[in-house]
């Protein structure tokens, strides 16, 4: 898999230059952003690479983004990398963009977890009870699964798996073709 290389969106977009991103299949509307952790935080030093589907209603509709390297926070699902964050799933405006998104409410979530709203009921339950304990954890993901290689091989794997998910469809179709000759 080729690496991550800066490129500049424009159009509806308008993601920074200074962000590694990788397109879907050339498409404007899905992307991997290449996302680190805020420095100050438990978080500083790790990558993470984020997936971003634009609905064709963007910018009047809120983006659909997820981690998809393992991260440990109370609002973020482990297994699936689901965000949990007011400002992209209730409360959207089509005065944020992809900036906001990624200097703005990516490192706040990460610095001001809120453990009272959780998609991971293990940190927030630690995070509660036991703040030291929950931040020497989140340092433990980082090394293990924030890495910039981990980074990379969560898209990779990703492709991957749409690759054959698209083999197999194709397969049903040729098979439902020879069916009807």
């Not at 910018?59 to 998809?68: L, N």
């Not at 009272?116 to 954890?137: C, F, I, Q, T, V």
Request: hydrophobic share 35%; net charge negative; proline share 8%.
């Amino acid at each position: 898999m080729p690496p991550l290389t800066p490129i500049r969106l424009h159009a509806h977009c308008r993601l920074m230059s200074d962000y590694n991103v990788k397109l879907v299949n050339d498409s404007m509307q899905e992307f991997y952003v290449r996302f680190h952790g805020p420095d100050e935080t438990p978080f500083a030093g790790g990558h993470w690479s984020i997936h971003v589907e634009l609905p064709d209603q963007y910018p009047y509709k809120s983006p659909s983004i997820g981690f998809m390297n393992k991260i440990f926070h109370p609002n973020i699902d482990e297994l699936s990398g689901s965000v949990c964050l007011d400002v992209i799933n209730q409360t959207w405006s089509p005065m944020f963009d992809m900036t906001n998104i990624f200097e703005v409410f990516l490192p706040q979530l990460l610095r001001y977890p809120n453990p009272s709203d959780p998609l991971n009921g293990e940190a927030a339950a630690l995070l509660m009870r036991h703040p030291k304990e929950y931040e020497a954890k989140v340092k433990e993901y980082v090394e293990r699964y924030a890495t910039k290689q981990a980074a990379e091989e969560a898209i990779g794997d990703k492709v991957e798996e749409e690759q054959e998910e698209d083999e197999v469809m194709s397969d049903v179709g040729s098979v439902s073709e020879d069916d009807d000759a």
